[in-house]
């Protein structure tokens, strides 16, 4: 990456839009929220747009208040992104998982940076940092601060929402993409001012009492292990879930309890929508679920934590689920 280019493409004020991939979860909010900050002390005009809502256990961090959303605010949305100098696609690398904001993206004239840690990236970008080995976005968004120099705009609150992406992508750095230099950063962002515990509780201590029995009544009603398989999965219909209160992000780590069953080499989690079912697979050691998600499930990620989407409804989904299960793992 040629670092210089991008350097001096922002060596004068511009017109700056980040993105970040539908449904956005602690690592898409934190990158992007933090490299808005950072862009914005260095003097640029700079606009947050995601394609939809995001939960609300990360409206704490700074600038959630000034993000733009698509499905909200369409037009205000489109007009920013046709006049954008550069565009920043973060947690993400095709522009399909941003929905129709896709479209309106690859028509814009603007410098495109893609930072993401996906697999089978895009080329349809003039820049491009992708490393499947990152920990997160969050980590990658670190290093480009840092490669350009841009360190000293690292406050408090720029490395708190640094921090929740990357504790929140490496499931409080517990998952196999945890290497020495995610630590590393972690530590340098405590060193600028980070308390880590304030950011934990944030996330993971504003529990609902909803989300609590939800979870509760998941694990007791509709985890099925699959012994022989080593397998778990969970199927959450969209009735339970509205009986309970079901607020976006209240099923989030759910697919990770499998996980923890003695010996278990592989969870899913279904959540079925208005119109579809959302899929959340995870995995331990050599099962590689992003293959399974863009095989079976119309999906993709990484490979021990992927997703996907089929329109169908949840009685269809756990029955592919279970022939997958049966004649591919």
Same mark, same amino acid.
């Given at each position: 990456?040629?670092?210089?280019?991008?350097?001096?493409?922002?060596?004068?004020?511009?017109?700056?839009?980040? @993105? @970040?991939?539908?449904?956005?979860?602690?690592?898409?909010?934190?990158?992007?929220? =933090?490299?808005?900050?950072?862009?914005?002390?260095?003097?640029?005009?700079?606009?947050?747009?995601?394609?939809?809502?995001?939960?609300?256990?990360?409206?704490?961090?700074?600038?959630?208040?000034?993000?733009?959303?698509?499905?909200?605010?369409?037009?205000?949305?489109?007009?920013?992104?046709?006049? =954008?100098?550069?565009?920043?696609?973060?947690?993400?690398?095709? +522009?399909?998982?941003? /929905?129709?904001?896709?479209?309106?993206?690859?028509?814009?004239?603007?410098?495109? #940076?893609?930072?993401?840690?996906?697999?089978?990236?895009?080329?349809?970008?003039?820049?491009? #940092?992708?490393?499947?080995? $990152?920990?997160?976005? $969050?980590?990658?968004?670190?290093?480009? #601060?840092?490669?350009?120099?841009?360190?000293?705009?690292?406050?408090?609150?720029?490395?708190?929402?640094?921090? =929740? /992406?990357?504790?929140?992508? @490496?499931?409080?750095?517990?998952?196999?993409?945890?290497?020495?230099?995610?630590?590393?950063?972690?530590?340098?962002?405590?060193?600028?001012?980070?308390?880590?515990?304030?950011?934990?509780?944030?996330?993971?201590?504003?529990?609902?009492?909803?989300?609590?029995?939800?979870?509760?009544?998941?694990?007791?009603?509709?985890?099925?292990?699959?012994?022989?398989?080593?397998?778990?999965?969970? /199927? +959450?219909? +969209?009735?339970?879930?509205?009986?309970?209160?079901?607020?976006?992000?209240?099923?989030?780590?759910?697919?990770?309890? /499998?996980?923890?069953?003695?010996?278990?080499?592989?969870?899913?989690?279904?959540?079925?929508?208005?119109?579809?079912?959302?899929?959340?697979?995870?995995?331990?050691?050599?099962?590689?679920?992003?293959?399974?998600?863009?095989?079976?499930?119309?999906?993709?990620?990484?490979?021990?934590?992927?997703?996907?989407?089929?329109?169908?409804?949840?009685?269809?989904?756990?029955?592919?689920?279970?022939?997958?299960?049966?004649?591919?793992?």
């Amino acid at each position: 990456m040629n670092y210089s280019e991008i350097k001096s493409q922002l060596s004068s004020k511009r017109e700056i839009v980040i @993105t @970040t991939h539908k449904s956005p979860d602690g690592d898409a909010m934190g990158s992007s929220l =933090a490299l808005a900050q950072v862009l914005k002390d260095a003097g640029h005009n700079v606009n947050v747009m995601v394609p939809d809502v995001f939960p609300k256990f990360l409206n704490w961090m700074e600038g959630c208040d000034q993000v733009i959303y698509f499905d909200q605010q369409e037009d205000e949305c489109s007009i920013g992104i046709q006049k =954008a100098e550069m565009i920043f696609s973060l947690d993400y690398n095709q +522009l399909d998982r941003v /929905g129709p904001m896709g479209k309106i993206i690859e028509s814009a004239e603007a410098i495109k #940076i893609m930072i993401d840690h996906h697999l089978f990236p895009d080329k349809g970008f003039d820049y491009v #940092i992708s490393d499947t080995s $990152a920990s997160s976005c $969050a980590e990658l968004v670190f290093d480009f #601060i840092s490669n350009l120099g841009f360190e000293s705009f690292l406050k408090q609150s720029t490395c708190e929402s640094l921090y =929740a /992406g990357i504790m929140t992508d @490496t499931g409080s750095f517990r998952f196999s993409s945890t290497g020495a230099k995610t630590h590393r950063i972690a530590a340098e962002l405590i060193d600028r001012g980070l308390i880590p515990n304030v950011v934990h509780e944030k996330i993971y201590d504003t529990n609902s009492i909803n989300k609590l029995r939800l979870t509760g009544f998941a694990l007791e009603n509709k985890l099925e292990y699959f012994e022989e398989k080593k397998v778990a999965v969970i /199927g +959450l219909e +969209l009735s339970s879930k509205n009986r309970f209160g079901y607020q976006k992000g209240d099923t989030e780590g759910l697919v990770n309890y /499998g996980l923890t069953i003695d010996g278990c080499r592989m969870a899913i989690f279904l959540s079925e929508e208005l119109n579809c079912v959302k899929f959340s697979l995870r995995s331990k050691g050599e099962i590689d679920v992003n293959l399974v998600a863009r095989k079976f499930f119309n999906g993709g990620g990484h490979k021990n934590a992927a997703g996907g989407k089929l329109d169908i409804n949840l009685k269809s989904a756990l029955e592919l689920v279970k022939k997958v299960i049966q004649d591919e793992l």
